[in-house]
């Protein structure tokens, strides 16, 4: 039998909350009652939000909370060239392509088409520039604005064929990723997103299970989709339930009151907060 090896993945653009504590002693439980490994990894390809004091700071949170991890931590911008490497394999496909579309345009355009089709994360990108002529797409390169690369969602599936994908709570799954619409893989000076990121990672890391909230439910599709297309390993995967405030709204990172930090500064032990994130021991 495979050893489970899961991950808790982070980004540190603030302080760990509730919700991540619930997501961190998900995977860690998953991993230790299986005898398997449990690895954590900074998700910090943003350089304009994240902060190296949010990375110490959950490091420590993590360790109070009474987690331990197995090996080194991997920092994802420490490893643009792994990334590099597969958007370059994507692109060598002719899977990718440059989106000149400023975020007012897609909405004007969306608007324009008479409908505005709603992904799971929003709005979905009309493909506005998938189809512009050759000559257009290497004048507006030259012309050194910014861009973004898309992935032809639909050329990208006719490719990979039909795919399936495992939750461990929710069954089989026939992977549909066009409802994420032609997600943006890489922008002219950033060589990754977070989708290409973590599906490289996890193939990289040797993740077997993926656990993570369900607002990445649909990720997963895609993912499974990237995984066909660059021949990566395809893990199991479990997305969890998100906790809420007393209002029934999902924590966010602006809701500062819960952070682990406050939890801990007003007193409380880790057994007490490991039981408010929903692991009472
Ligand atoms: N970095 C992502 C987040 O903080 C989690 C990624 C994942 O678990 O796939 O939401």
Known sequence: MTETVTRFAPSPTGHLHLGHAHSALFGW????????????????????????????DLMDDLAWLG?????????????FDDYRAALARLQALGLVYPCFCTRKEIAAEAARAGQAPHGPDGLLYPGTCRHLPESLRAERLAAGGPYALRLDVAAA??????????????????AAPEILGDVVLARKDTPTSYHLSVTVDDDLQGITLVTRGQ???????????????LGLAVPDYHHHGLLVNERGE????????????????????????????????
């Open 29 to 56: 439980r998953a991993a230790r009652m299986a005898g398997g490994r449990f690895l954590l990894r900074i998700e910090d390809i943003d350089a304009g939000r994240c902060r190296p004091v949010f990375e110490s």
């Open 67 to 79: 987690l331990d991890w197995d090996g080194p931590v991997r920092r994802q911008s420490d490893h």
């Open 157 to 174: 599936k006719a490719l990979a064929g039909p795919l399936r994908w495992h939750d461990r709570a929710q069954g089989w799954q026939e």
């Open 215 to 229: 607002d990445l439910f649909f990720a997963t599709h895609l993912h499974r989709l990237l995984q066909a297309l």
């Open 250 to 281: 999902r924590l966010a990172k602006r809701d500062g009151a819960r952070s682990l930090r406050t939890l801990r500064e007003a007193g409380h032990s880790p057994a007490e907060v490991r039981a408010m994130a929903g692991f009472p021991d």
